[in-house]
Each structure stands twice: as C-alpha cells, then as structure tokens.
C-alpha cells in the first residue's frame, strides 16, 4: 500500500498554502487555439505547479475532516491517491526535464514576467526548481507564445510533453475512482455512527471536493485533448466553441429514454417534447451539457413513469425548453411526475439521498465519470449543480407537490466567470 512519507507531507503542506488559480472557460479557448510545442511545453509548467497545488489542497482536507470522518478506510485510500498524484507530479520536471529544457523554462518565465506581471507578484520558490515567479496569467500569457510562434521547438521538448501527458493520464486514471470511494466512505462512517444523517458538514465537504475534482479534471482533460494534436471542428481541446444545444438534448433524450425503457421494461414510455431553436450554438464543454441533460431527464422520467404506473398507456410529456438570452441560457425540464413534498426539496440537493432502491455502489463501474444507471445513488442532482457552477451557471429545482416538478437550468454565455475554487 501507498505511503506518505515525512517529507512528501511537508512538501503538501508547504504547497497547500499557496493559493489555487482559477482558469476561465474563455481563457483555456484563447490558449488552446493551435497550440505550439512551446505552447504545450509552457502549460504543463502551469500545470506542474498548479495541479500539485490543488491536490495538496484536498489531501490536507481529507486529513481535518470532521467527526474522525478522515480515519475511514477508504478516506484514507483517496487521500493516499492525491498524495501520491501530488508526487507524481511534483517531482516529474525535475527528473525528467534536460538541462537544457530547464534552461528554457527559465528563460521562458523570465520573459512572460516581462510581459505578463504586476511588478509586486510574490516569488513562490517552488521545490521542483523551476522558477514560477508570480502565478497569475504567467502560463495563460497570449501575448507570450504568440510572439514566440514560428519558431524551432527541440525535440526534447516534444519529448518531454509527450511524456508529461502520459503521466497526468494516468493522475486522470488513479482518481477515476474517486467519487464512488469517497461515498463509499462516508457509507463507512455513517456505519461506524450508527446514523443515517448526513450532517451540513459533510455536504459542504462534499460539494467542495467534488466541485474541486471537475476544475482538476477540466485541466487535466484539456492538456490531454490539446497535446493529442488538432483537434476536431469547432473544437478547442475538450470545449466546443459551437456547441449546438437542440442536438445535445435530442441525444440527451434518446439516451435518457432508452435507459428508461430499459430499466421499466417499457414498451413506449414518456414522450419528451423538445423547444429548442436548431442553430442555437454556445461555447461550452459538451461531456459537462450531456451530463446534466441526460441525470435531469431521468429524474423527470422516473417521476412520471411511478406516479403513472408501467401500465399506463400514455403517460403526460415531459416538456424541454430552451431560452437564449444575452446573458445566459436558459433551460427548463418540466414533467408531470407529482412533485416532491416542500419539505423533501432541500434534501434532493444532499449526497446518497435517493428515493430510488439503493444501488450497489461499485468502483470499477466508475469510469470516467460519475454516472448512475436509472437513478438509486442520489449523485444525479447535486454533482449536476456543480457542473452548471462549474462554469458559472446554476441548477434550481422547483415543486408542486400533486402535480409536477419544473428544474431550471442556467448557464453562463459569456463564460468568462473564473472557477470556483473551494
Ligand atoms: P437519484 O436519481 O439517484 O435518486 P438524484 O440526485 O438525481 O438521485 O435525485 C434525488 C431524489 O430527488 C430522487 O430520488 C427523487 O426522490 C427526487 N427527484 C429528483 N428529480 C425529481 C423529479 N423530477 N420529480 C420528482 N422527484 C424528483
Ligand atoms: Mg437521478
């Protein structure tokens, strides 16, 4: 089993004291368009500082959970993946970068200091040797690589992002895991209390670990698509710049139905009419829309079929409306599955709350990302929220009990709101 050193702690905890620097949407696109060697070679540089900085920030967290929350077994399993990731990468420039490499990173802070700093950033000595000499806007400086465009990059260089993004895979990989290991231990705590209750605590730990795990994963998963060269149309990494929202839906739906039908063992079940104009295009991360779509469809799915019964012969449409408005655009999931009781709204934003038969929670079935079959891990709502927040948007769910539930979903267009950073 994995262990933390004396000395990896002291190095987290030095590193968790600095702070996170959030990356907006508009930003990773202004970066990310055809990227140079030079380009990718300066991101994994941010990356190298930024991502061992926001692990060490978790691991010091899972430490100080409250109510010895922290000496669960598979807490500490997870802390132990965030430490050994944070290593992973603290350590890889300096093993793996040539001198001459090393030069050049030095030489390339210098001058993006010149172009990009305030005169007062605070000099960060970093342990992995590279100079990383005040943070803001240093790696994402626009001005600095395209002025460096057309040049020769050596093959060392090439070399070394090849390899870093083998290695921040497989960081992406060790924490796939993650989500259904952290409710898994909070299933052990709840044993060890002997309570059902999960306290505010706990969720707002949750939130902010979680919220944390998509700002790690969007880095992650950018560097990743950007370094696997040109990507497809309209794409800049994993975001797309014209994401075309009636298409995502209809697909959400297609996939929402099925697994429905499936599930129910229904011939024809709800109807979902969509309104939403064909060419409404917006700059977002489609894995983030679909996501959201498909947990919401669900949900309203679910509703009508057991408040109608499988027997029904035609169950009442669920409604999707889409509004493009300057700032934001809009989207409201309305059905007609009875609603949820006023005082059970706010628990459908708490983790694990479920109405559903509870589902074996299984970690290899955790791929990618978290994704619940019917319904039964109580996921679907609160890490959809924090995927619209992710970027700035929101999620609002509002109830007629004895009739229907109406869920809001808003999200930001202009896109250039930072991350949140628990
Ligand atoms: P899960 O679907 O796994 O139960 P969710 O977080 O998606 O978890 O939803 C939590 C609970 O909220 C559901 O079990 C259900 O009781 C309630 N809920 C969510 N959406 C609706 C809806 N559209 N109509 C009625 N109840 C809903
Ligand atoms: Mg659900």
């Known amino acids: 089993m994995y262990r933390i050193s004396s000395q990896l702690s002291e190095k987290i905890k030095h590193f968790a004291t600095f702070p996170q620097t959030g990356v907006s949407l508009r930003q990773m696109v202004?970066?990310?368009q055809n990227p140079t060697q030079g380009t990718l070679f300066k991101a994994s540089q941010f990356l190298s500082e930024e991502l061992p900085i926001r692990l060490a920030h978790r691991v010091k967290e899972l430490e100080e959970l409250p109510h010895n929350l922290s000496d669960m077994p598979s807490i500490i399993r997870v802390k132990n993946w965030y430490a050994q990731s944070f290593q992973d990468l603290v350590e890889f420039p300096s093993r793996e970068m040539t001198p001459g490499l090393k030069e050049m990173a030095k030489s390339m802070n210098r001058?993006?200091?010149m172009q990009a700093l305030p005169e007062n950033s605070p000099n960060l000595a970093m342990p992995n040797g590279i100079n990383t000499n005040g943070r803001k806007g240093v790696s994402l400086s626009h001005r600095y690589h395209s002025a460096m465009d057309g040049a020769e990059w050596p093959a060392e260089m090439h070399s070394y992002n090849e390899r870093f993004t083998k290695m921040i895979e497989a960081v992406k990989r060790r924490h796939d895991p993650v989500v259904t290991t952290v409710?898994?231990?909070?299933?052990?705590?709840?044993?060890?209390?002997r309570s059902h209750i999960v306290d505010t605590d706990v969720q707002a730990f949750l939130d902010r670990f979680y919220m944390s795990r998509i700002g790690i994963r969007m880095l992650i998963g950018q560097h990743i698509a950007l370094n696997k060269g040109p990507?497809?149309?309209d794409y800049v990494g994993i975001i797309c710049t014209k994401t075309n929202l009636a298409d995502m839906a209809q697909e959400a739906i297609d996939n929402a139905k099925f697994i429905c039908e499936d599930y129910y063992g229904l011939f024809r079940g709800p109807e979902v009419h969509l309104h939403c104009k064909k060419d409404l295009e917006f700059m977002y991360v489609p894995s983030h829309l679909s996501h959201m779509l498909f947990?919401?469809?669900?949900?309203?799915?679910r509703a009508v079929v057991e408040q109608y019964g499988t027997e029904c012969d035609e169950y009442p449409p669920i409604k999707l409306i889409v509004a493009q408005g300057k700032e934001d655009i809009a989207i409201k999931i309305s059905d007609e599955g009875g609603g949820?009781?006023?005082?059970?709204?706010?628990l459908v934003w708490t983790y694990m709350y479920t109405t559903a038969p509870s589902q074996h929670l299984d970690p290899t079935f955790d791929k990618s990302d978290f994704k619940a079959p019917m319904a039964g891990?109580?996921?679907?709502?609160?890490?959809?929220?924090l995927y619209a927040r992710y970027f700035g948007g929101d999620l609002k769910l509002i109830s007629m009990e004895g009739y229907g539930t109406d869920v809001y979903l808003h999200l930001n267009r202009i896109s250039n709101s930072d991350e949140p950073l628990p």
């Open 377 to 385: 891990f109580g996921y679907g709502l609160p890490i959809s929220r």
């Open 111 to 113: 001058q993006s200091e």
């Open 295 to 301: 947990e919401l469809l669900k949900n309203s799915l």
């Open 183 to 193: 409710a898994q231990g909070i299933l052990e705590f709840k044993q060890a209390k």
């Open 340 to 346: 949820i009781p006023r005082s059970g709204v706010p």
């Open 231 to 233: 990507s497809r149309k």
């Open 30 to 32: 202004m970066f990310g």
